[in-house]
């Protein structure tokens, strides 16, 4: 069976800080996708991030960094000098073969509150 | 381009009542996911459909929940007779095949 953990559930930083989301995953396929959306206060859910089980190269998009680490079933989101505008909850999320549009088990997400 | 498209955005109704909500998905995708969000579940697959044809169910809450997809263009996900505990929101999503995109979801609120 799968589980995404999310072992945070509220994180608060002051503007410009740095913050790491933590994600643990389980699964016992060997070809699977991880995700992570966001979903700001107006409630849609935005993608951010696929990254397939083959795929162990870290990404950097902008202020976004995401570190997959197959070793310990971990897939943390980075965000630089965050801002206001990051304050969302976060789900990290994992699908199992044969492609991404299998079930989607998603974690219970990441509520972050950047201050000013 | 046009992301997928829920309907209504919020609906108020009263217990007992028959409740249809609507999702047209971005064209050309041809995966289409029911997701429902609640505090104390968090969100959880109802039913997808591939090429149209509902493919796992499973997650159909019972009998009372029931979905369509009578073309590629348009799904409904239909409650009767609501009860309180649906109150929720649902969210329509789509693939081409790799990503889920998701819709800005129905507010539904049965009291």
């Known amino acids: 069976a799968q589980k995404v953990t999310q072992a945070q559930t509220e994180i608060s930083v002051v503007e410009k800080e740095d913050v790491t989301l933590d994600c643990v995953y389980e699964?016992?396929?060997?070809?699977?996708?991880l995700f992570w959306y966001k979903q700001p206060p107006s409630g849609e859910l935005v993608f951010l991030i696929r990254r397939n089980s083959f795929d162990e190269q870290n990404e950097i998009s902008g202020r976004y960094s995401w570190n997959f680490q197959k070793s310990t079933s971990s897939f943390n989101f980075t965000i630089t000098a965050s801002q206001v505008v990051d304050s969302a909850v976060y789900f990290c999320a994992l699908s199992e073969a044969p492609g991404a549009n299998s079930k989607l088990t998603f974690g219970k997400g990441i509520t972050l509150s950047v201050r000013p | 381009d046009a992301g997928v498209i829920q309907s209504p955005r919020h609906e108020v109704t009263e217990m007992g009542q028959e409740v249809t909500l609507r999702c047209k998905p971005i064209s050309g995708h041809d995966y289409l996911f029911w997701y429902r969000q609640t505090m104390m579940r968090g969100l959880e697959l109802l039913i997808y459909?591939?090429?149209?044809?509902?493919?796992?169910d499973s997650g159909m809450p019972e009998d009372r929940f029931s979905a369509k997809m009578p073309n590629a263009s348009f799904s409904t996900l239909k409650i009767q007779p609501s009860e309180p505990r649906d109150s929720a929101v649902y969210f329509c999503?789509?693939?081409?095949?790799?990503?889920?995109?998701f819709g800005e979801g129905s507010w539904l609120t049965v009291v």
């Open positions: 999503a789509s693939s081409p095949g790799n990503t889920i995109y």
């Open positions: 459909f591939n090429n149209n044809v509902p493919i796992d």
């Open positions: 699964t016992r396929d060997t070809t699977y996708y």
